[in-house]
T-cell receptor
Framework: KNEVEQSPQNLTAQEGEFITINCSYS?????LHWLQQHPGGGIVSLFM???GKKKHGRLIATINIQEKHSSLHITASHPRDSAVYIC?????????????FGRGTQLTVWP | EAQVTQNPRYLITVTGKKLTVTCSQN?????MSWYRQDPGLGLRQIYY???????DKGDVPEGYKVSRKEKRNFPLILESPSPNQTSLYFC????????????FGDGTRLSIL
């Protein structure tokens, strides 16, 4: 069983739509990462969160520790946002540096 | 330019022939990690290193070895590769383990026949 579950697995949107990608985890965590994998395969680190909310441009990441849930929102989506979005967590009590990954959400934004 | 460099980018080889995938970073990062990515399974951590001479197992360490003799380099060694190690491999580094961002290499696609 994967400790980290992402939903949806696939998401298609029209340009301009508001996007939400979800990540839930089954045990306590001390940090959560959001990554973006471009169609060419390159991976970029977007956010690291342990509480609250972070914003960078049109991307917003939130986390609710009690509900064991994080969301990644994209406002005014654009075709260049098409990518796989990956959530990763460090479990509370595990060694620093040990990460567990969700299986990713494939986002396609059509013009 | 700050970067994580992996070599080779692509390799096709045969079962049992030892190979090394190199990973080098020029940012003086303490933390480095190796991941493999497989369809339907996503990314999984193989090994990671908190600093020179400090390495630890991730999710799927079987069949792999690593070493961290210098801060900039973190090679991944497959002593006796097998077909189930055919995968896309990524190396990454960050200033420290829980620091953002983690910088990723471009990936190494290994095919083991």
């Amino acid at each position: 069983k994967n400790e980290v579950e992402q939903s949806p697995q696939n998401l298609t949107a029209q340009e301009g739509e508001f996007i939400t990608i979800n990540c839930s985890y089954s045990v306590g965590i001390s940090a959560l990462h959001w990554l973006q994998q471009h169609p060419g395969g390159g991976i970029v680190s977007l956010f690291m969160l342990s509480s609250g909310k972070k914003k960078h441009g049109r991307l917003i990441a939130t986390i609710n520790i009690q509900e064991k849930h994080s969301s990644l929102h994209i406002t005014a989506s654009h075709p260049r946002d098409s990518a796989v979005y990956i959530c990763a967590v460090r479990l509370r009590g595990s060694t620093l540096g040990r990460l567990y990954f969700g299986r990713g959400t494939q986002l396609t934004v059509w013009p | 330019e700050a970067q994580v460099t992996q070599n080779p980018r692509y390799l096709i080889t045969v079962t049992g022939k030892k190979l090394t995938v190199t990973c080098s970073q020029n940012m003086n990062h303490e933390y480095m990690s190796w991941y493999r990515q497989d369809p339907g399974l996503g990314l999984r951590q193989i090994y990671y290193s908190m600093n020179v001479e400090v390495t630890d197992k991730g999710d799927v360490p079987e069949g792999y070895k690593v070493s961290r003799k210098e801060k900039r380099n973190f090679p991944l060694i497959l002593e006796s590769p097998s077909p189930n190690q055919t995968s896309l491999y990524f190396c990454a580094s960050s200033f420290r383990a829980d620091y953002q961002p983690q910088h990723f290499g471009d990936g190494t696609r290994l095919s083991i026949l």
